[in-house]
């Protein structure tokens, strides 16, 4: 009985905070994917 009254995980917090990080993640690897890509398309055109 005690066992289920124990909480060993906060599902409100937790899962919100793991949802934020995993976009955090993806927005810096979509960006480092932009910037690598665009790099190797440079104009070297001089007027």
């Known amino acids: 009985m005690?066992?289920?009254?124990i909480s060993l995980y906060s599902w409100s917090?937790?899962?919100?905070?793991?949802?934020?990080?995993g976009i955090v993640c993806l927005t810096l690897i979509g960006f480092a994917i932009k910037f690598m890509s665009g790099e190797s398309k440079k104009d070297d055109t001089k007027e």
Not at 2 to 5: E, K, L, T
């Open 2 to 5: 005690v066992s289920q009254n």
């Open 13 to 21: 917090n937790g899962v919100i905070m793991i949802v934020i990080f």
